[in-house]
T-cell receptor, first 114, second 114 residues
Framework: AQSVTQLDSQVPVFEEAPVELRCNYSSSVSVYLFWYVQYPNQGLQLLLK??????LVKGINGFEAEFNKSQTSFHLRKPSVHISDTAEYFCAVGGGTSYGKLTFGQGTILTVHP | DSGVTQTPKHLITATGQRVTLRCSPR?????VYWYQQSLDQGLQFLIQ???????AKGNILERFSAQQFPDLHSELNLSSLELGDSALYFCASSVVAGSTDTQYFGPGTRLTVL
């Protein structure tokens, strides 16, 4: 079985400050890791994904994430946030025998204040 | 715009009723996924179809069923509705069925059961 824990339900931050959204996963098989963003009243949009290779993954909108196998983590970072980054962020895990199924964390609401 | 369309956007119905949610995948995508997003359960995988056949099953209730048609659109049928079925239902699609494939999400159908 696979599971994902997003350690913070809400993260408030000021504009232009750095941010880290934390994600830990649990899996008994090889994993693929994803970060999705959901803007209000919209569907989910892929920010980035880790399949293999370099543990530092760069995504859209200036976001990046680092896969850490020993700590079973996949934290999302951005060096300088904008008001427009205000949204809910979901970490997800796939892989193993679950075909395309994704297991999502509970989400982290990022609020960027001016 | 992800290219995945879902209808209707909103649905309000009464307990005990039956509804059908419709999803059209992106052009060229063979795999369709259904997810349920609720406040208490978060984002949960329901079911996956690939090229007309069921590929993976998640936490889908027996009162719920789905199918994928020859033109690759999919329908999720929810019957004997209960208050707890109120949620946002997302459809996603991907090119193939594997867990490395990016899933593109539609805008969702918000179901309210009164």
């Amino acid at each position: 079985a696979q599971s994902v824990t997003q350690l913070d339900s809400q993260v408030p931050v000021f504009e232009e400050a750095p941010v880290e959204l934390r994600c830990n996963y649990s899996s008994s098989v090889s994993v693929y890791l994803f970060w999705y963003v959901q803007y209000p009243n919209q569907g989910l949009q892929l920010l980035l994904k880790y399949l293999s290779g370099s543990t530092l993954v760069k995504g859209i909108n200036g976001f990046e994430a680092e896969f850490n196998k020993s700590q079973t983590s996949f934290h999302l970072r951005k060096p300088s946030v904008h008001i427009s980054d205000t949204a809910e962020y979901f970490c997800a895990v796939g892989g193993g025998t679950s075909y395309g199924k994704l297991t999502f964390g509970q989400g982290t609401i990022l609020t960027v204040h001016p | 715009d992800s290219g995945v369309t879902q209808t209707p956007k909103h649905l309000i119905t009464a307990t005990g009723q039956r509804v059908t949610l419709r999803c059209s995948p992106r052009s060229g995508d063979l795999s369709v996924y259904w997810y349920q997003q609720s406040l208490d359960q978060g984002l949960q995988f329901l079911i996956q179809y690939y090229n007309g056949e069921e590929r993976a099953k998640g936490n889908i209730l027996e009162r719920f069923s789905a199918q994928q048609f020859p033109d690759l659109h999919s329908e999720l049928n929810l019957s004997s509705l209960e208050l707890g079925d109120s949620a946002l239902y997302f459809c996603a699609s991907s090119v193939v069925a594997g867990s490395t494939d990016t899933q593109y999400f539609g805008p969702g159908t918000r179901l309210t059961v009164l």
